[in-house]
């Protein structure tokens, strides 16, 4: 089914040519039919490039999609103009009185810094303490998991001993969770980022489930349950190319990165890199759009958070925890 996005978006011709159904606003608002409403909180520096990887997937499914993109206003984007930003996103202020049935909130370059000296963690606090009462259920990428793990679990991020870059395998701890369902035991996922979260602190939570878990790569995906959050510490959006022109950023800055791990074809940078993250990617997007939004998610989205209150009171008093595979 198609994604709704504004018209005239660059990233509309990009996705016609790999066939993925784009849907303009004038066709859509003449459908009689109710949209998933997903919003998108993109913090990467590079917007189109993010933009096209997080549509690629949420267009994998039969349920209709209407992108709304979200820019945090204390922020001022450094290598997007504010004519394009003006132009096909929302200020988050513009949308507090709105709801929405899911919210995928992106990485950021800032992973390095303490959250309170990240330029817009006040207003990226308060959008998250939003959500609890204006959006069905969220996902959070890269850095923005390890933001929201401290926010809403007093979880503290650690510098790694060195960038971890590559693809990575994982293991699948719990089969029978809704946005696990269909994974194979074994994954692969891409990874790129300089800080990490603490295992023994995920699985001390009350609250929280490790999902899957790479050796290498440390805790993947995090999952709230009463809550409806979901937390990717890596990057399953990536398209093929993404940690190749990561690699050759950093050697261009002098920085001399080490080779992305099980990225390349027999580790050779020159040739093509193997895409073998692509079908676990979609099907992760498919199960969260599915079964943590539009199963759950009240047709009236003013009921949003009434619906989230009753759904943390029933799985609270009847707790139902999958088996863990190993």
């Given at each position: 089914m198609p994604i709704r996005i504004k018209?005239?978006?660059p990233v509309i011709q990009r996705l016609a040519d790999e066939n993925i159904f784009v849907m303009p606003e004038s066709r859509a608002s003449s459908q009689d039919i109710r949209e998933l409403h997903i919003a998108i909180l993109n913090l990467m520096p590079n917007k189109e490039d993010t933009e096209l990887q997080l549509l690629?997937?949420?267009?994998?499914?039969?349920l209709q999609v209407r992108i709304t993109f979200l820019r945090l206003d204390s922020h001022r984007s450094k290598h997007t103009s504010?004519?394009?930003?003006?132009?096909?996103?929302?200020?988050?202020?513009?949308?507090?009185?709105s709801n929405f049935d899911g919210l995928v909130i992106t990485g950021a370059p800032v992973?390095?810094?303490?959250?309170h000296e990240v330029?817009?963690?006040?207003?990226?606090?308060?959008?998250?303490?939003?959500?609890?009462t204006h959006v069905t259920s969220t996902m959070h990428i890269c850095w923005a998991a390890q933001a929201g793990l401290y926010f809403h679990y007093g979880i503290d991020k650690h510098l790694l001993p060195q960038k971890l870059s590559g693809i990575y395998r994982h293991s699948t701890l719990y089969q029978d969770e809704i946005l696990t369902r269909g994974f194979n035991d074994r994954f692969f996922a891409?990874?790129?980022r300089y800080t990490g979260v603490s295992r023994e602190e995920i699985l001390a939570h009350p609250k929280l489930t490790l999902l899957a878990e790479s050796d290498k790569a440390g805790p993947y995906l995090i999952q709230d349950k009463q809550a409806n959050r979901l937390f990717v510490t890596g990057h399953p959006e990536y398209s093929r190319f993404t940690l190749d022109g990561e690699?050759?950023?950093?050697?261009?800055?002098?920085i001399d990165p080490n080779l992305p791990n099980h990225y390349y074809r027999d580790d050779d940078p020159a040739r093509s890199p193997v895409f073998q993250w692509k079908a676990h990617?979609?099907?992760?997007?498919?199960?969260?759009?599915?079964?943590?939004?539009?199963?759950?998610?009240?047709?009236?989205?003013?009921?949003?958070?009434?619906?989230?209150?009753?759904v943390r009171w029933e799985t609270h008093a009847t707790p139902t925890p999958g088996l863990p595979v190993f």
């Open positions: 018209t005239k978006m690629r997937l949420l267009s994998n499914t039969p504010e004519e394009y930003l003006s132009r096909f996103y929302e200020p988050f202020s513009a949308v507090k009185d992973e390095t810094l303490p959250f330029d817009y963690w006040e207003e990226l606090t308060e959008l998250m303490r939003w959500t609890d891409p990874h790129s690699y050759r950023r950093d050697q261009g800055k002098g990617a979609f099907l992760l997007f498919s199960n969260w759009l599915n079964y943590a939004v539009y199963q759950v998610t009240p047709y009236d989205l003013s009921q949003v958070a009434e619906e989230k209150a009753r």
